[in-house]
Nanobody
Framework: QVQLIESGGGLVQAGGSLRLSCAAS????????MAWFRQAPGNEREFVAA????????YYSDSVKGRFIISRDKGKNTATLQMNSLRFGDTAVYYC??????????????????WGQGTQVTVSS
């Protein structure tokens, strides 16, 4: 059984940076599409960024475009989210997600079969 483990969350001042990491544990038979979502209390889970299985295509929500960068190790089921110029509105639990099938809309949560437990990011203002 494959599980996703996130790390790197914490408390940071507005304007600062954090790097989140996600890695798949267990046996995986293929390379997955990977993504990051986030959810603040009282809000729906929202799309942040995604990267396809090859790492050649990346996708970002409008709210993080130009500030966040998603990357992965070639041929491995990992996802790194470099977050720069953080704002108070970025405060949320960040979840790593993976799609073993490789189809569907990148910004839709229902595309992803595998989810991590989440890591808290808090931005002080």
């Amino acid at each position: 059984q494959v599980q996703l483990i996130e790390s790197g969350g914490g408390l940071v001042q507005a304007g600062g940076s954090l790097r989140l990491s996600c890695a798949a544990s267990g046996r995986s038979s293929s390379v997955y599409d990977m993504a990051w979502f986030r959810q603040a209390p009282g809000n729906e889970r929202e799309f942040v960024a995604a990267i396809n299985w090859s790492g050649r295509n990346s996708y970002y929500s409008d709210s993080v475009k130009g500030r966040f960068i998603i990357s992965r190790d070639k041929g491995k089921n990992t996802a790194t989210l470099q977050m720069n110029s953080l704002r108070f509105g970025d405060t949320a639990v960040y979840y790593c997600a993976a799609d073993p099938v490789g189809s569907g809309w990148y910004e839709r949560a229902d595309k992803y079969e595998l989810w991590g437990q989440g890591t808290q990011v808090t931005v002080s203002s």
